[in-house]
């Protein structure tokens, strides 16, 4: 693969670029993703067209005598580091850099549980195995230290296991089946199949449990129709606490027939699941129980009391939240707000699943950024997402106008570079409401070639004022060249500033199908076969910077993937936020 350094650059453009490094410093602080970008080898190991995620700004930093160093420098990759409140809230700071992208959990996800990407869980080893292991090697010593001291107060010791990722392992229906969107009526259909496999470690743990002496109770959140399955599949794989006492398995009412809400739960209209799950614990202590210790995967299994200790399972797959009983407050019994997590998946790697962020919960706050109701249509007039990009589009405007305008004057051709989409044209809409945050390239290309995406906001003000300046626009996409006419047409409907130095098919760059007279350009050399991102991105723009694609000077180059901006040929890059996918 051929370098992609530019050997060739005149004087004049090297004395702009250093003082583009003094510019960008005066934009510390901003969260713009404003760097200047020399530069540098293309990338050879993600394919262009993969699906995965990441946000987080390329943040420009101030050394001590001033200096802005380079992006290039580590600075053109995603944060690891997040706080993330559980309900969402976080998603209200206008800083989509700091939402942990949904498609690097997805990963982080696969990798902690051994899933090499088909949505099945290895079963023999991985983090989670490892994870589960000691917890329930743990819990085994506890288990009996804890019996001895109950009867030694003359108690009946009793334990209580949730079903769902407690006892019965949901991933691959999770995963495989539903693709991290709950459907009841598939979940129903897996349950009444008797599909799920233990969670690991389980089996033995109650079995060891009840070889001690404990009585052995479930509390689920599958209702009475499911209740005979359940016990059926939990029998299936070894877990035979309840074929012969179905009584100690409490299941919820459907409020149709004779399943209806029992006597000793109180809660008004519907129960939450701590009403029900607490109510119940307290149901088997007045039968005379003594509960030592009550296990589940939702801090809402666990909430609300009734029980000595309490045992939290590790995942991350999903996230069930209830409120807790009015006056209790039990701080232990929460979720983390920290998160180290790398873009790759490669976090996954520890055995600690509370470390990951919980994918419902990044949704959440990803709806609270993008002011979504729960509709996955996003607020087209305020949110923010939208003040951010506002910020940004005041922060960048006066930094790219001044260089279009300095480059006229010194009689350059000055360009500025524009992904598509997320950049100028705005996916949410499609992404959420009508993918579920799980790509569909028949679907996108409906969407394409229908027109519907509104414009990124802030980002037709930005163009106009560049084109204003004396900038020419030119697109850089990974929509391919049968999705070109639509894409452009779209760009015009929304605002864009279009023909001369607006946008133009010609000045419009767009991926070979492989088909016809769509192939890949003479401009690209890539060491694959199938050129990466970046291979084809940085190479377009050294094109469009040579004489046979111009003769531009690319002053700034802006997309919300870090692979639209590595890899060099622009003066500067602009990072902008999108926490719903990640293109590497």
């Not at 107060?153 to 079903?163: H, N, S």
């Not at 990803?366 to 922060?395: H, L, Q």
């Not at 084809?536 to 050294?542: D, G, P, V």
């Amino acid at each position: 693969m051929p370098s992609t350094s530019r050997s060739h650059t005149p004087v004049r453009t090297l004395r702009r670029r250093v003082a583009a490094v003094g510019l960008a410093a005066t934009l510390v602080g901003t969260g713009l993703g404003l760097g200047t970008a020399g530069p540098a080898a293309a990338r050879t190991t993600d394919p262009a067209a993969a699906r995965t995620t990441d946000p987080a700004a390329a943040r420009t930093t101030t050394t001590a005598a001033g200096a802005s160093s380079s992006p290039l420098n580590g600075r053109l990759t995603p944060r690891t580091h997040f706080t993330m409140q559980p309900d969402g809230s976080s998603g209200r700071r206008a800083d989509g850099a700091g939402i942990p992208n949904i498609d690097s959990v997805k990963k982080t996800i696969a990798t902690y549980y051994g899933d090499p990407g088909t949505g099945i869980a290895d079963k023999t080893s991985s983090p989670y195995i490892t994870q589960m292991t000691r917890i329930t090697d743990r819990q085994q010593k506890l288990l009996k230290t804890w019996y001895r001291q109950a009867k030694r107060e003359g108690r009946k010791p009793a334990i209580v296991l949730d079903t769902d990722d407690t006892t019965l392992w949901t991933y691959d229906m999770e995963v495989a089946a539903m693709h991290f969107v709950f459907d009841p009526t598939l979940q129903n259909q897996w349950v009444q199949d008797e599909r799920f496999p233990a969670v690991p470690g389980m089996v033995r743990l109650v079995a060891a449990a009840r070889a001690m002496g404990y009585t052995v109770f479930g509390i689920t959140g599958r209702n009475d129709d499911q209740k005979a399955a359940s016990i059926a599949n939990l029998d299936k794989v070894g877990i035979t606490a309840f074929d012969r006492h179905p009584g100690r398995y409490y299941t919820k009412w459907t409020g149709t027939g004779s399943s209806k809400q029992p006597s000793y739960l109180t809660c008004v209209s519907t129960c939450t699941t701590v009403e029900y799950k607490a109510g119940t614990r307290k149901h088997i202590q007045e039968l005379g129980y003594t509960i030592v210790a009550n296990y589940g995967d939702q801090w809402s299994d666990l909430q609300g009391g009734y029980a000595r200790h309490s045992v939290k399972l590790p995942n991350p797959t999903y996230y069930l939240p209830s409120p807790n009983l009015p006056g209790l407050d039990q701080p232990k019994l929460s979720p983390r707000t920290h998160f180290t997590m790398k873009p790759d998946g490669s976090s996954g790697k520890k055995p600690d699943g509370e470390g990951i962020p919980n994918i419902d919960s990044v949704k959440k706050t990803i709806y609270t950024y993008d002011n979504d109701p729960g509709t996955g249509i996003a607020d087209k007039t305020a949110s923010p997402y939208i003040t951010e990009m506002a910020r940004i589009e005041r922060k960048v405007e006066p930094v790219i106008t001044r260089s279009c305008r300095a480059a006229v004057a010194r009689g350059d051709k000055p360009a500025v570079v524009l992904d598509t989409d997320d950049t100028t044209l705005w996916t949410y809409d499609m992404e959420v409401a009508a993918m579920k945050f799980v790509f569909d390239p028949k679907l996108q290309d409906v969407y394409v070639q229908d027109q519907r995406f509104p414009a990124t906001p802030s980002m037709v003000v930005l163009a106009t004022a560049a084109k204003k300046a004396g900038c020419t626009l030119i697109g850089l996409t990974g929509r391919n060249d049968d999705q070109k006419a639509a894409s452009l047409a779209n760009l015009a409907k929304v605002g864009y500033p279009m023909g001369g130095r607006g946008f133009t098919a010609a000045n419009y760059y767009t991926k070979w199908t492989g088909v016809g007279s769509s192939q890949q350009p003479s401009y690209i050399s890539c060491a694959t076969a199938k050129c990466t991102t970046v291979e084809y991105k940085s190479q377009t723009r050294r094109h469009i910077e040579s004489a046979a694609g111009g003769g531009y000077d690319i002053v700034a180059n802006l997309g919300d993937q870090f692979s639209d901006l590595q890899g060099g040929y622009a003066d500067r890059t602009v990072k902008l936020p999108n926490p719903t996918y990640y293109l590497p």
